[in-house]
């Protein structure tokens, strides 16, 4: 059974950091499109990062340049380095996977989100 299991959240200050993982099972997280969403209350998901092939990654306009999404296939993991935190950054924090297509718009595996809350 393919599963994704999201951690790494909790409360910090602005301005602070936060590590989120994403642990795949039960396939290999290398061969599939993986792509970190967010969901804040009363507002539509919105993706915050997409491993768009080999070697590219893409970042949503307001995260740029403070978070990082890093690799680690050896332990079917993927990270998202969340740096210089802000309010807006509280969310719920989902990673997903699925085929490859441009912007990580058709994945079909989602796991169960990690609370991010970011205030002071």
């Known amino acids: 059974q393919r599963q994704l299991v999201e951690s790494g959240g909790g409360l910090v200050q602005p301005g602070g950091s936060l590590r989120l993982s994403c642990v795949g099972s039960?396939?290999?997280?290398?061969?599939?499109?993986i792509g970190w969403f967010r969901q804040a209350p009363g507002k539509e998901r919105e993706g915050v990062s997409c491993?768009?092939?080999?070697?590219?990654?893409s970042y949503a306009d307001p995260v740029k340049d403070r978070f990082t999404l890093l690799k680690d296939y050896a332990k079917n993991t993927v990270y998202l380095q969340m740096n210089s935190l802000e309010p807006e950054d509280t969310a719920v924090y989902y990673c997903?996977?699925?085929?490859?297509?441009?912007?990580?718009?058709?994945?079909?595996?989602w796991g169960q989100g990690t609370q991010v809350t970011v205030s002071s």
């Open positions: 997903a996977a699925g085929r490859w297509t441009e912007s990580c718009s058709d994945l079909t595996l």
């Open positions: 039960g396939f290999n997280m290398e061969y599939l499109q």
């Open positions: 491993i768009e092939g080999t070697i590219t990654i």
